[in-house]
């Protein structure tokens, strides 16, 4: 008879992160154990399943992830009539994949003039950290992937240095859950309005019609006054 070395639990596919609706394979085995060979796994505390074995061939679970109760911490056991207490595997951690929601991209100003800078942020809301944003405009991208470790906003400082930085904005969004990048709405980023030079000039020449209105006003009373004395 073999005793029994501690069963070695693994993830079929490869990596422990899973999404919704997976079907996932987690394989439990013993290398040496005499059969026949009791496989049970374990979710924390609680017993999901258990496979008996006449051989040496590893024990197949099969799961279904469809909720978040689904992932966490999984283990397996394996005992046989030499080792009725059996022996424990180390554990193997289920992490659930949340898909990037649309990202929002704002601004700073949507208006600037050349030698400005400008702020742009952008952000989504939902998703499974690290979250990778790159920011875009027209089709051209104009930062290098920026890689947020936080559920916070990406930074990128524009400089307005030419009327070609004026134009069509936006940003996107994606993580390690496969094919879901997302985009913003576009936003557009417009040439800021010069002073007129000859609005100092109208507000000049509406001063001084002002003035001469109250001028006008003050003086009636002189003007009529004598004219009615003289009269009476």
């Known amino acids: 008879f073999l005793e029994m070395s501690n069963p070695t639990l693994s993830h079929v596919q490869g990596t422990s992160e899973v999404i919704m609706n997976q079907n996932v394979?987690?394989?439990?085995?013993?290398?040496?154990?005499?059969?026949?060979?009791?496989?049970i796994l374990f979710k924390g505390k609680q017993k999901v399943?258990?496979?008996?074995?006449?051989?040496?061939?590893?024990?197949?679970?099969n799961l279904t992830i469809n909720s978040a109760s689904d992932v966490g911490e999984y283990k397996c056991k394996a005992e046989n009539t030499i080792s009725s207490n059996g022996k424990y595997s180390k554990p193997v951690n289920l992490t659930l994949i949340e898909p990037v929601s649309k990202p929002v991209l704002n601004s700073s100003s949507s208006r600037a003039n050349k030698g400005q800078n400008v702020t742009l942020s952008c952000h989504s809301e939902n998703g499974s950290l690290p979250i990778t944003y790159v920011f875009f405009r027209g089709r051209k991208s104009i930062s290098h992937p920026i890689r947020?470790?936080?559920?916070?906003?990406?930074?990128?400082?524009?400089?307005?240095?030419?009327?070609s930085?004026?134009?069509?904005?936006?940003?996107?969004?994606g993580n390690s859950f496969?094919?879901?990048?997302?985009?913003?709405?576009?936003f557009n980023l417009t040439l800021a309005e010069e002073r007129s030079n000859?609005?100092?000039?109208?507000?000049?020449?509406?001063?001084?019609?002002?003035?001469?209105?109250i001028g006008f006003a003050l003086a009636i009373p002189f003007v009529i006054m004598p004219s009615c004395k003289a009269s009476e």
Not at 179 to 186: D, P
Not at 203 to 208: F, N, P, R
């Open 25 to 39: 394979s987690l394989s439990c085995h013993s290398d040496s154990a005499s059969p026949p060979v009791r496989y």
């Open 178 to 186: 496969p094919n879901n990048t997302k985009y913003s709405n576009s």
């Open 49 to 61: 399943a258990t496979l008996n074995r006449t051989d040496l061939t590893p024990a197949m679970f």
């Open 165 to 173: 930085d004026f134009g069509t904005y936006k940003c996107k969004a």
């Open 148 to 163: 947020m470790q936080k559920k916070e906003a990406a930074v990128f400082f524009l400089s307005i240095n030419s009327s």
């Open 198 to 213: 000859s609005q100092p000039l109208f507000i000049s020449v509406g001063l001084i019609m002002l003035l001469l209105a």
